[in-house]
């Protein structure tokens, strides 16, 4: 088992023909992802890497059956991709484009949720299962299969998590990237839930930065609902207040969302809180198999 | 984004929410005949990107010509020294005619990131510290989130105003939320919100951020940009493609992406130094943005030492090497540049540097960069 993607994924690809979203979706390919079609307006009836594109998802539902879509739909497009594939019944939508207006995010999360669908991101690095299914942009080879469940608000940070990792011989069941937004598809809480419901997960591994209270409220659900081992790690500590740190979300103001108060509430549940990025991996490791 | 006071105020005119009767004044050879050609008393106000103007001394009310002329002089080209700020330069004044005021409100609508709505706050306590009078008197404010059905007038009345001036209170909160929504502003403030002695309600201050995701789609509000008002190195920067913001310590870092930008913030610290910046040069810099990035990395005259960080992914090591190289090579660079690449194509990068005749630290993980930061 894992969560979210696996050998049962079939995939589109929104933004197929795109630099970015052609180079990827080759990626997810190659790592053995079922990548079943794509989606570009005014590009239906081409093909590339050899499955069919379609000027809709509605189209690329009727014809090839995905349970999930990948997008990579330039950002003033973006939130209108998400919620055609919300609405065109795609289950699961991964959304990697960055730098989507609030108020468009606001309108394509009602879609999401009213058409029962879960969304991951955007402005994420997407989700990969190791030796078995990649949905997004990860370096596909410091992956390995095995027992520890990484959840992330960043993306070169959760590579960096996972070679560590992999460098100790820890592999991974699911890896997922859940967005630098103010405005995410799916919070840390949800994944954790899926993690603690995951037989093949055995630990978790979660990182967080500065901003919002996402990992305060995943602080809580750890104290009443987990009761796997958690390490985590929150990004920028150091960083100064009302500075905006690269990601939208990231960003201490009126004294709330400091990294200090976030590691404080996860102690308080009972995570393992690594103050050095450097140790993550040897944490993990040294719960695991102490 | 943020804009000014006047250009908020501007906006509200153009959503038809009453402000007071105002000119803007930029050179300190007008400020004599714009102000006698005003009114008297008349309320002088700073006009910089920063909280707590009145506290740091950037507004004042003058009572006749000469004081106003005085003040005016006084604001125009100070130092202005706020918390939230630090120090400022003031480059333009707004005078403004006084008002009688009868009671002070608050009035904003701001983006809740908890529920993901934006957020209506209105407060029989305007004028002073929102965040004092939501912890000694909460009752005092009222909050709603705005949705569908959302109905301006039912709120006013919630909130606990009654009388013939609801109406006007109501109206405003309507263009309020029509500007929010057309322009996809963050947060819109108005503390004051004053009802006058003549019962007309008044807005004093007017405080506008926009989302910067949004600004491809108003080229109105881009144009209010004050680039004086931003850092050199980082409006730099924004002109490159570049995210960075410029801090106080003595480590230049480049690093790609956000979170790994913030933890190598964090190593640095715990090595007992603190970073010079933040600087995410992104997933797919090619070897050219590289070099633009370091050039501006390394014109920052506090420096000891430069560290690099980069996760190849979509970005390959190859590329950062060049770039790195080709930056040192055309420049005169006489701090430590200590280099850890890691993932795509590390080994042809690694090449790179070791054949390019310059010196360079390479290390291998984040605890090594721990070690040669502290002992620098």
Redesign the interface.
């Known amino acids: 088992m894992s969560i979210f993607i696996n050998k049962d994924t079939r995939l589109i690809v929104q933004g197929i023909t795109g630099k970015?979203g052609s180079f990827h979706a080759q990626s997810c390919q190659q790592y053995g992802t079922n990548l079943v079609g794509g989606v570009t307006p005014k590009k239906g009836g081409e093909k590339i890497l050899g499955v069919g594109v379609f000027n809709t998802v509605k189209e690329a539902v009727k014809e090839t059956n995905p349970n999930t879509s990948m997008i990579f739909v330039p950002?003033?497009f973006a939130a209108n991709a998400i919620t055609e594939a919300a609405e065109a019944g795609i289950k699961l939508i991964v959304c990697i484009t960055e730098?989507?207006?609030?108020?468009?995010m606001?309108e394509a999360?009602r879609a999401v949720k009213s058409n029962g669908a879960r969304l991951i991101g955007p402005n994420c690095?997407g989700l990969i299962t190791p030796e078995e299914c990649k949905v997004g942009?990860?370096?596909s080879n410091?992956h390995k299969k095995g027992h520890v469940g990484v959840i992330?608000?960043?993306?070169?940070?959760?590579?960096?998590a996972v070679?560590q990792l992999t460098q100790l011989g820890i592999g991974q069941s699911t890896c997922i990237g859940i967005g630098?937004d103010?405005?995410i598809g799916t919070s840390f809480t949800e994944v954790l839930e899926a993690f603690q419901n995951d037989e093949q997960t055995k630990a978790i591994c979660m990182?967080g930065?500065?901003g919002?209270?996402a990992e305060e409220e995943a602080s809580e659900y750890i104290k009443t609902h987990i009761t796997k081992p958690v390490v985590s790690?929150i990004?920028?500590?150091?960083?100064?207040e009302?500075?905006?740190?690269?990601?939208?979300?990231?960003i201490i103001s009126?004294g709330k969302g400091t990294?200090s108060s976030k590691m404080q509430a996860l102690a308080n549940a009972g995570v393992t809180v690594c103050?050095?990025?450097?140790?993550l991996g040897i944490t993990v490791k040294n719960i695991i198999c102490p | 984004m943020k804009i000014h006071e006047y250009q908020a105020k501007e906006l509200f005119k153009q959503y038809g929410i009453k402000v007071p009767k105002s000119v803007l004044c930029e050179k300190k050879e007008n400020i004599e005949h714009t102000i006698k050609d005003f009114s008297v008393p008349c309320v002088i106000k700073a006009q910089v990107h920063s909280g707590a103007r009145g506290k740091a001394g950037g507004v004042k009310l003058a009572q006749d010509y000469q004081n106003a002329i005085e003040i005016a002089n006084e604001i125009l080209g100070m130092e202005l020294v706020s918390k939230q700020a630090g120090a400022k330069k003031v480059n333009k004044i707004l005078i403004e005619q006084a008002v009688d005021i009868e009671k002070e409100l608050y009035l904003s609508l701001t983006f809740d990131r908890a529920n993901e709505a934006i957020a209506l706050i209105l407060s029989t306590q305007g004028g002073m510290d929102i965040e004092e009078t939501a912890k000694t008197t909460p009752e005092k404010i009222y909050t709603e989130l705005i949705k569908d059905n959302f109905n301006p007038l039912e709120t006013v009345s919630k909130a606990g105003f009654h009388d013939n001036i609801s109406k006007q209170i109501a109206d405003i909160i309507s263009s309020l939320h029509k500007l929010a929504k057309e322009k996809d502003a963050l947060l819109v403030e108005i503390n004051p919100l004053v009802i006058t002695k003549q019962n007309e309600v008044i807005a004093l201050d007017a405080k506008i951020n926009f989302d910067d995701n949004a600004l491809f789609r108003h080229e109105d509000i881009l144009a209010l940009k004050d680039e004086a008002e931003e850092n050199p190195f980082e409006l730099q920067a924004q002109k490159e493609g570049l995210n960075y913001i410029k801090l106080d310590g003595t480590i230049g870092c480049m690093v790609n992406g956000a979170g790994l930008a913030m933890a190598t913030m964090d190593v640095i610290r715990l090595a007992g130094k603190n970073a010079a910046n933040f600087l995410d040069v992104g997933g797919g810099a090619s070897s050219e943005k590289i070099e633009k990035a370091f050039k501006l990395l390394i014109a920052d005259k506090n420096l000891e030492a430069v560290f690099i960080n980069i996760f190849g992914g979509i970005l390959r090591c190859d590329f950062l090497a060049e770039g790195v190289k080709n930056a040192i090579q055309n420049l005169n660079i006489k701090v430590p540049v200590i280099v850890r690449m890691e993932g795509t194509n590390k080994e042809n990068g690694a090449d790179i540097l070791n054949h390019s005749g310059l010196k360079f630290t390479v290390i291998k993980d984040l605890n090594e960069a721990i070690e040669v930061i502290k002992n620098i």
């Open positions: 970015e950002a003033r730098g989507i207006p609030v108020y468009d606001m999360k690095p942009i990860m370096p410091i992330s608000r960043s993306g070169t940070l959760t590579y960096e070679y630098g103010p405005i990182i930065e500065i919002g209270s790690f990004a920028g500590l150091s960083a100064p009302g500075k905006r740190m690269g990601h939208a979300g990231a009126g990294a103050k050095n990025p450097a140790n």
